[in-house]
């Protein structure tokens, strides 16, 4: 199994930055496909925010342009999201994921959240 520890979240004012880490950690070797983020502001859904994969292709729903930078260490296992220019409709937990493999087996792991609160 792998584990997620994610870290950085946090009370910010609109218009100020966050960043986020996520590290991905297993007691057997293991191959990540992609990580990401995801959000889940109360009474909705949870929503992908943004994606990387192990080549370093990164995906950004529309909400999040131009704003939020992910980010990589391969050799750390670890995922970054880089947020500036916060508003309040940010505000939600933010969960890690990734999509990783033990051969023949892909497998997806979750974080435990952090919250991100941003104050107008």
């Known amino acids: 199994q792998v584990q997620l520890v994610e870290s950085g979240g946090g009370l910010v004012q609109a218009g100020g930055s966050l960043n986020l880490s996520c590290v991905a950690s297993?007691?057997?070797?293991?191959?990540?496909?992609?990580m990401g983020w995801y959000r889940q502001a109360p009474g909705k859904q949870r929503e992908l925010v943004a994606t990387?994969?192990?080549?370093?292709?990164?995906y950004y729903a529309d909400s999040v342009k131009g704003r939020f930078t992910i980010s990589r260490d391969g050799a750390k296992n670890t995922v970054y999201l880089q947020m500036d220019s916060l508003k309040p409709e940010d505000t939600a937990v933010y969960y890690c994921n990734t999509r990783w493999t033990r051969w023949p087996q892909t497998y997806d792991s979750w974080g435990q959240g952090t919250q991100v609160t941003v104050s107008s």
């Open positions: 297993g007691s057997t070797v293991f191959y990540i496909n992609r």
């Open positions: 990387i994969t192990s080549g370093g292709i990164t």
